[in-house]
């Protein structure tokens, strides 16, 4: 495993950008999936929110609270916003494993704490600064949740298809 994880490191560095780029496109689309599904399973067996709502709820951030009104068209902008977001951060990540030696080597926790570093940016930087409804204060036991679920579903999945395709370059 460490001569794989080596062969990573050596090759991160000399990807293309359009490697780069495919790379972010899939690990957007990962992370993004992973963390809708958690979204739907969880918010819907809680609570009775159905998909739509949630996009919804993410197309607050481009809407403001009309978003709810606007129907499927805020359901596709958030979702879209959603992956979107998650590709930039796939990218960000990309790039700071390719000049990091360490962040590519450690990918697992590397992930894992970008993951985390995610949640602390939408929670503090990126919903405040949007339309959206600023996140309301939660349980100890719901940023428990909320911070794993970032750190194995977001974080995680982002650095091992960065980790993946590096090593499939060789």
Avoid: C
Avoid at 15 to 42: K, M, T
Wanted: proline share 4%; glycine share 8%.
């Amino acid at each position: 495993m460490t001569s794989f994880s080596v062969s990573a490191v050596q090759t991160a560095s000399r990807l293309p950008v359009r490697n780069w780029l495919r790379s972010a496109v899939w690990a957007g689309l990962l992370s993004g999936s992973l963390d809708l599904i958690y979204n739907f399973v969880f918010w819907g067996l809680s609570a009775g929110v159905v998909p739509t709502r949630i996009l919804q709820a993410i197309g607050t951030g481009l809407f403001g609270r009309e978003s709810y009104a606007l129907g499927g068209t805020s359901a596709l902008a958030g979702g879209l916003a959603h992956y979107f977001i998650l590709t930039v951060a796939s990218f960000l990540y990309i790039a700071a494993s390719a000049r990091s030696e360490r962040l590519a080597r450690h990918w697992i926790a590397g992930g894992m704490l970008f993951g985390v570093a995610i949640f602390f940016s939408m929670k503090y930087v990126i919903v405040p600064l949007s339309a959206a409804t600023p996140f309301q204060p939660m349980s100890t036991v719901m940023l428990f949740v909320n911070i794993t679920v970032h750190l194995l579903l977001v974080g995680l999945p982002i650095a091992w298809v960065t980790h993946y395709r590096a090593s499939r370059q060789t």
